[in-house]
Structure formats: structure tokens, C-alpha cells
């Protein structure tokens, strides 16, 4: 019986007999690991990606370079916030919470990158991918807390900078990293396909139940991000409205800041949904048998987004700003009163 077959060597079909079908079969089993068949798996093994002549997977490399600049961004947003004495308001809190969290996805990214070509262990592999479920649930959480607390420094102007403020903003902290712990922990604690391969997903060890519990998670979460935000841009452009009849008419200026608010909730949501929606569709359509090229194209994106954050809600900050140019040049001298502004400024 003839076979046609593709020669990774020579990158072309090539017919052959059964013996040697035999013979090259025996001669790539010795290459690769022993496993299920079945078994679909996010990440190659160093032992069958040399036997495909390429010693690191090229998707592993870009998730681990996306990593390294997650981890540098964000390390130097937490170290601003945490040696700054002035930047202690609620807004500048929930920052830090997000840039911790994106820092630790960062930090995931790059760990499970060297233990993967390290060591082949079921353990590392479990603590690993939960940390990056834990890291990258705390970012998106983080960002929904953001959203809540600039809309309530709309709503609440008034109140806004009081002590209430500040304990709803340590509750949400302990809410977002308290939930985030815990679906982290799941695969660690039990709650894994590696003894049930059949319920794996496409983000092996999780199983299709918790993949789907995940990508669930982040549609309630972009759905209040809408909520809110739409919210928020009446408030905004009631606002105007109100300061146009005083004023008794339009001027550009505000016309222009009004535009500007609204351009910059709508990237803000167009960045969320654009790195997150096709992975956390693809969690919820794809399978374990699909190609793992999928799963690489749409978590990639994903990543970027914690990569992105930092420009958004930190680098764009006048006192972030400004206590970078201290940080790095030492002598820029602020004259003028310090008064911390409230997200609605930003």
C-alpha cells in the first residue's frame, strides 16, 4: 500500500511503502514524548519542538518577550505609586492595584516560559497556569474597580474624597484579589483534566468547565463596563449641558474637553474588548482537538492588554507624570499646592 506523506525535511510529499512507514514511525516515536493522542495541550514540549527542527516554540518566545515588557511597565508604575507620598488617593490605589496585578501576569508569563523547556512537571505546570488564571483575573477585575470608582466620582462628587470613599475602595480590593485567589487555586486544589484528559480545554491542565466559568466571568465584567461607562458619558455630557446654560452658550473649550472624555472611554473600551473578546470567545467555541496555533492567536492579544494598561490609566496622569520626572531627573521642583484630582479630572 502507498501512502502519501509530507517530509519535514525536504517540505514535500513524498510516497511511501508501508515498510517504511514502519521504519519512520519507530524512528519519530523515539523522538517524541509518550502520551495520549488525544490530549490537547497550550504549550509544545521542548522534546517535539526539536523534532520538528525548532528547538523553542516562536509563540512561546512572544508570550514570554510580552511578558518581560508587562513586568517592566507595571514594576515601575508600582514602585511610583508606593514610594510617592502624595499619590495615596483612591484613584491612585486601585491603579496599583491593577499594576500589581498585570505585574504578577507579567512575572506568570515569564516563569512558565523557563519551567516549561526546564522541567516537565505536572505541579509546576498546575501552580503556574494558576498563577497566570489568579494574575490575569485580578487585572480585569481591577479594571471593572476602576470604572466603578470613576463613575462614583462623578455621581458623588461631593463625597468623594472622604473616608467612606476609601473603605468601599479597600473593599473592592479585597472582593477583586479574594476572587482571583480562588480561581486561581482551583486547578491547584483538584479541579484539572490531568487525570481525565477527555475534559481538558483548549488551556490544558484547566478543564472546559473552568475555562467556560473564566470567559463567563469576563462577559459580566465587560457588560458592566459598558453599563457604567454609558453612564458615565451622560453624566458628563449632562454636565456640559449644565455649564452651557449657565454660561448661556457653548464654548469650544468645552466642546472639545466633552470630546475628549468621550474618545477616551471609547479606546479605553475598545482596547479591553479588542485584546480580550476573541480569546474569551474562543474559550467557550473551541476545543481540545482544535489546532493549538488558535489558542496561541487569541491569548496573545490578551496579553496585550496588560501591556497596554499602564499607558492608559497610569503614563497619561499629570502626577504620575510628575513623580516620574522626579524619580529620574531628581530636580523637578512642584511650587504650586498639591491637591490629589479625582478620576473624573484624569
Known sequence: MVLNMWDFETGQRRDMEDGDLVNDTVELSSLL??????????FF????????????NPWDIMLCLSGTVIACENA???AIIVYTPTLRAPMFVLIGSLATADLLA???????????????SDTVN??????????FTASVSSLLAITVDRYFSLYNALTYFSEKTLHCVHLMMVGTWGVSLCLGLLPVLGWNCLEEPSTCSIVRPL?????????ASFFVVFGLMLCLYFKICKIVCRHAHQIALQQHFFSTSH????KKGVSTLAIILGTFGASWLPFAVYCLVG????????????????TYNSMINPIIYAYRNTDIQRALSVLFYGCFQVNASYRSRSPSEV
Open 207 to 215: 478543564t472546559r468547565m473552568h475555562v467556560t466559568v473564566l470567559a
Open 255 to 258: 466642546l472639545v474637553a466633552t
Open 126 to 135: 498546575l501552580v503556574t497556569v494558576g498563577f497566570l488564571v489568579a494574575s
Open 106 to 120: 507579567g512575572v506568570g508569563l515569564i516563569l512558565n516560559f523557563a519551567f516549561q523547556y526546564l522541567t516537565s
Open 45 to 56: 514540549s521542548a522534546a517535539s519542538a526539536s523534532a520538528l527542527d525548532f528547538p523553542v
Open 33 to 42: 514524548p509518550l502520551g495520549d493522542g488525544n490530549e490537547s495541550q497550550l
Open 76 to 78: 515601575l508604575v508600582v
Open 287 to 302: 476545543r481540545q482537538e482544535y489546532p493549538e496555533v488558535y489558542t496561541y492567536a487569541t491569548l496573545l492579544p490578551a
